[in-house]
Every structure is written in structure tokens, then in C-alpha cells.
């Protein structure tokens, strides 16, 4: 058989072909194709781009095809005929036609926006959900949420296709140390400024906190993906009373465990669309008290007041959480020592051998 | 001031023509839920579908409404006489959340107990797209009803949030329980036993993996002379638990039996693997919450709510239930004594966080926001 595996994906690279796009899904296709190279596969890339491009990333040929945000069908209907050959779906909701033989892969339930009306969500899972299922061969879910809730929808179809590997953590590089000793807690949201990620949740409560602890600040670990969200995350930020205790930094991935480390709480407040998110795994990794919410894969990671807090979304039961951790440093210790001992359920190793196991059934060499 | 009054509804605690009753998980919760209600200071009263009687039980009046029809699983003219019933009543419970339809009280509250349309038979109940329609129809004017929606499990509201949207402010995920103090784990070790026994704690129905369970069972003993299997549970009638012996009885350390609750915690303590194989239909189980709170390491399906309890290869094991599946699972427990333990004793601690306290506070909670 050939050796060749095309990837197709939103923009593993912003759509210039230059800068590698930050986000869960660009990580797990990296580290997907780390693990079919290992395998002996040719891995390319084919993406969403301003102008078509080629370009490569990290030895991977990548393949930029003209796109514009309104007509993206039009797009991944080009890539599907340039491309021939076995090909790996990255994301779900990137196209509704399949070939014959191939994976498609689910981040996590995603449609779920609070302000959609019956039939706007069941045109996302009547299109996409039932496409994957139909077609591919195997739908390759990162959380049970999405498993559970597709098999709600279709009962047998979802039984049959949809495989579940967990998301992955790099426990050498995430993994408990002491915090340096300071007077003040940190509080740390390492998401993207989207509002799917309940950045304006986290936002609601903070002047009160910040008024109410003077030893309390928080930390936003946030990306520069978006001028316009930064250009309202530092407005707002000007704005607020105690800003000199809102901090923010850019970092890059492999600045993360430093981050992580001089964090006591970290928040994971998300409204919708979530699957088993890596800055909650890498957060469970580095022993840190978690705040999360109930949703999407999430509820697979933490078990609330066990290895972390799992709450509602709303801004009472988030303000309440923190105060609860605030005060209770002991049950941060608790809930973080037993974070770094779930964490090591979801070891990148093992997500690799479930992966290895699912490849060489379906793309055999 | 005398005490606030609450209706609450179900269809069957009692069987509507007979006394029988059989306490699976939804009757202990109910009673569970009636007791708490009295010990916040209400008055409880119960309505469910019958000949007309009242009967008692555990000093609740259980009232019964001769109804019988029953369309996508909803109960219309259940819900309809109940809203007319209860109307002395200050609140209202609907324990079932399909039975707010088509009309529910203002200040009440209705419970999920987990997703029952995943099954591939519901498909012979609303299998065509036009009939899922109208259960999702009717769905949507159930939830709309009550001023919250409890859930058991994560996996029912991430379900509506993503069909029904509209309602995703409502939901409260209440866990189910577990009394710790009841269901502990030994006080030490059994000693010099040299078999492995394997548990299966549920009624004998093809949702709850009794087939698959059996097979791995036939397998696995004749595979290994130092491993035997427990079954122990209802079937829904009497044939089924006919079968069931002939069959236990025919098999090499085999058994079947069934036991009331108060004998379950010296059943589980003397288990070594517990299964919950669910194929749908699972919420938090109790059955689940149990076997972990006598630190048994469990090896459950990937339904419902299982994931809410079970972190795969920490605390026990989430697979699909197939045979070979779990012939694997069961197989790398019973040959790892330590690996049992570990798990076992994580089960434990994470069971702790579930605890029937716990459980009352998140209600007191909920009752106390809306029953004012």
C-alpha cells in the first residue's frame, strides 16, 4: 500500500502559510503526525489559506488552497478532488463528504451555542454528525460526551463508528513542582480570548474578588490569534479598579509549564463546544486546583471535589468556587495531588498506542 | 405555619394493578428524595398511574390515576390529572422529566435520571425522523415547565444543550449517591482465597450487559480454573431468572442468585471485579457508586453517566462491552493483584465525593432556590 496519508485541517498555519495557528486542534494534529511519521507514513497537510500556497512545516509538505470564510464548502471541495490517496479527517466539522476507508476525528461536541433555536442545532448534527457517521469509516472522538450525545441522536450508527481516545498530556514536560513561595494566589485562565471559552464569565467575577482578597490575582495566559479580542481584553482590562492584579502574557507552548507553575488555581471556564481540553489535562498534570465546568468533555476529566471543581457555567457558581479555593488551601493541595494522579491515566503514551492500534487497522501499510 | 406541601409524580412505584414492587434504582431514589423533603420540614404526597387507590409507603400516600395512554413516552393525560390533583399542593416534583409534558406546575422542579433513547430499540418506538421530531417536540415543552431541571448525570444536559439549547440555564447535575458508612470496603483482607470473583450486580436485561457478561463468563472460566463469576440481580420476569439458573447451574463456578439491598454491601465486599457493562440507558449508577464505595474496581460501558464516575485505567475501566472487550478487561484485573488494589482504593476516595450527604446538600440546595 502507499505511504502516503493526506491530513486535511482548518489551518494548521494562519492562512499566509507562515505562523503556526495556536489551538487544541493544531496540537493534536502535530502530534498525530509526529506518530505517523514515526509509523513510516508521508504525511501532508491540506489546508485553508488567503492565497494557495505550499509551503512545509516541520518537514510536512503543507498545501495552502484559497478560501474565503463565507463559501468555506467550496474550498474543501477543491482540496477533496486536488488530493488523491488515502486521507485522514482532522476535524469534523471541516467537510460532510468522506472517502471510503478513512478516520474522521471529533474534538468534541461543538454546536451546543446557548442561543441556538432547536432546528439551528439539528441542521449542525443533521449535516455534520450524520455525514461523519455515514461515510467514514471510524469517527475517532476525544471524549465520551460526544459519543453519548451522537448515540442519543443515533442510537446504532454512533454504536458502531465511534471509537473514544482521551486527549493527551506530556507528563515529562507537566508535572507537579512547588510554587514559589509569594504572598499573593494566582489564579490563572490559560484559554483563548473566545467567547466558547467563558473568558466574559471569569470577567464578570473578578472585580469583586479582586476587592474583596488583596492577595488574590489572576493570570491570562491568552493567545494573539485575534487583534480584536485583545484590543477588548486590554480595554477592559484599562478599565477595571485593580488592574495592577490582572496580568497577562503570550506565551508559547513551551513556555506553558512555567505558567502552570506559578499558578495555585487554574480556571477552565467553559460555556460550550469543549472536548477533553489539553489546558485541563496539562493543568491535572502540574497538580494545580481546577476549576472547571460541565461541559463537553470535561465532565470525563474532573470529578468534581475530587481532582478538581466541576461547576454549572454561571457566574454564581464560578464566583463561589474561587472563594471556596481562595480560602481553602488545603483543599487546594487535595484536589491538586489527586489532578497529577488522574493525569497519568491520559499519558501521551497511551493515547499513542490507542492511535497506533486505530491506524493500522484502518490505513494499513 | 403548617408545612408547605409537595405532589410528586412517577409513573410506576407500585405496579399498577398489584402490590409488587421492585426496588430498583429510581424507587430507592424516590424514597430517598420523600425523606429528604420530610426532614427539610415539607409534606410529601406521591401520585402514579393505577386503578384509583391509596396506599402508603414508608409513611408517604401514594395516590394512582386511572390512566393508560402513552404516547413517545409521555404520559398527556397523567400530566393533565396530576396538574388538576396537586392543585392544593404548593410545589411539585416530576420525577420523570417527560411527565412535565404537556403542562407542569409553576414552581416545580423535574429530574432526569439519565439518557433512555440511546438504545438502538428506542429507534422501534420513534424510529422514523418525523416521529423523533415530535418526542424532541414534546421534549422541549417538558423542559420549558419547570423552573430547574435536575440531572443525574453531565452526559443528559451536554445532550440537551445540544438538541434543546434553549434551556441550558435550567440544569442542575446531581449526581446519585451512595451511603459510604454502608458500603465500605472489608475491614481486611479476605483470607486465603485463591479464587478471583468476578461480580455482575444488575437486573438481567440486554442494556445492562448481561449477555455479553455471560459469554465472557463462559470464556473466562473455562480459561482459568481460579476464576469465578456472581451473578446477582432481578430479571424482569420469572422465565428470565429461570434461564438464568439452568444456565448458572450448567457452568462450572457459576452462580446466580439475587439479594435485598441491605445484604448488597457483604455481596460487593466479597467481589473482587465489579461489572457494569451498560450498553445505554446510565446514568450515575448506583450499582456503580456502590461496588466503588467498597473499594471493588469497576469495569463499566461507556453510557451515560458512567464517564461522570470513572476515569478509564485510573479508577476503573470504561469499554465498549463487547465480549472480547471485556474478556480483555476482566482478564488483566484478575491477573493483577496490585493493579486490583490500586484502583480499588481510588474507586473508594472518589466514591467519598459522591457520599448521600453530599448528595441532600446539592438538593437542599435546588429545593431551597425554587420551593419559596
Known sequence: MARELAIFVPNLLDWDGRKPVIGGLERYVRALAELLTAMGYEVSFHQNARRDFQTTHRGWPVYG??????????????????????????????????????????????????????????????????????????????DYNFLNVARAIYPNLANHKVQVIPNFVDRERFYPCEKERGQRIRVLY?????????????????????????????????????????????????????????????PDFEAMPDVYAAADIVVIPTIFSEGTSFSCLEAMA???????????????????????????????????????????????????????????????????????????????? | ?????????????????????????????????????????????????GGGWTREFDGVAIHSIPVTKSEYHTFPDLASAFYENSMAFDYAIYFILTLAYPIAREKSIAISHGVFWDWPGFDLMAGKPEERQEWLRRLGIALAG??????????TINYFN??????????????????????????????????VRVLFPRRLVPVRGINEAMRAAEQLTGRYPWIEFHFCGRGHDDNAERLMTRWAASRERCSYYWKPLEMMPAIYRQADIVLIPSRSTEGTSLAALEAMACGKPVIAGQAGGLSDIIIHGYNGYLIKPTVENLVAA????????????????????VALTFDRKVWAERWGRVLGEVFR
Open chain 2, 162 to 195: 445540544a438538541t434543546l439549547a434553549g434551556f441550558y440555564h435550567k440544569w442542575e447535575y446531581i449526581p446519585n449517591y451512595v451511603d459510604t458508612d454502608l458500603f465500605s470496603p472489608p475491614a481486611e483482607e479476605p483470607a486465603g482465597r485463591d479464587t
Open chain 2, 1 to 49: 405555619m403548617s408545612a408547605k406541601k409537595v405532589a410528586l409524580l412517577t409513573t410506576n412505584f407500585f405496579h399498577p394493578s398489584s402490590e409488587r414492587i421492585i426496588m430498583g434504582g429510581a424507587e430507592r431514589y424516590q424514597v430517598d428524595l420523600c425523606r429528604l423533603l420530610k426532614e427539610l420540614g415539607f409534606h410529601v404526597e406521591v401520585w402514579q398511574i
Open chain 1, 65 to 142: 488552497y484559497q478560501a474565503d470564510l463565507q463559501h468555506l464548502n467550496l474550498t474543501i471541495e477543491r482540496i477533496e478532488k486536488s488530493v488523491p490517496g488515502r486521507v485522514l479527517y482532522s476535524s469534523i466539522l471541516q467537510q460532510v463528504a468522506y472517502r471510503p476507508g478513512s478516520i474522521c476525528i471529533s474534538h468534541g461536541v461543538w454546536w451546543e451555542h446557548p442561543g441556538f433555536s432547536p432546528a439551528q442545532a439539528r441542521a449542525y448534527y443533521e449535516s455534520f454528525v450524520a455525514a461523519a457517521l455515514t461515510q467514514a469509516r471510524l469517527v475517532v472522538s476525544c
Open chain 2, 146 to 155: 419547570p423552573q430547574k431541571l435536575v440531572s443525574v448525570d453531565t452526559n
Open chain 1, 286 to 365: 502540574m497538580g494545580k486546583a481546577i476549576i472547571a465546568t460541565n461541559v463537553g468533555g470535561l465532565t470525563n476529566l474532573i470529578i468534581d471535589n475530587y481532582n478538581g471543581l466541576l461547576i454549572h457555567p454561571t457566574t454564581e457558581y464560578l464566583s463561589q468556587a474561587l472563594r471556596f479555593l481562595i480560602e481553602h488551601p488545603q483543599e487546594r493541595a487535595r484536589l491538586g495531588k489527586n489532578a497529577a494522579a488522574s493525569a497519568r491515566a491520559f499519558d501521551r503514551r497511551l493515547w499513542e498506542a490507542r492511535w497506533r492500534q486505530v491506524i493500522s487497522k484502518v490505513y494499513p501499510l
Open chain 1, 190 to 250: 490559560p484559554r483563548r480570548l473566545v467567547l466558547e471559552r467563558g473568558f466574559t464569565l471569569l470577567q464578570a467575577v473578578i472585580p469583586e474578588l479582586l476587592a474583596a482578597y488583596p492577595e488574590l490575582e489572576f493570570q491570562f495566559a491568552i493567545d494573539t490569534n485575534t487583534p480584536r479580542y485583545l484590543e477588548a481584553f486590554h480595554a477592559w482590562r484599562q478599565g477595571e479598579t485593580h488592574n495592577e492584579r490582572i496580568l497577562y502574557c503570550h
Open chain 2, 330 to 349: 476482566i482478564e488483566e484485573l484478575a491477573r493483577d493483584q496490585d493493579k486490583r488494589k490500586l484502583m480499588g482504593r481510588r474507586a473508594r476516595e
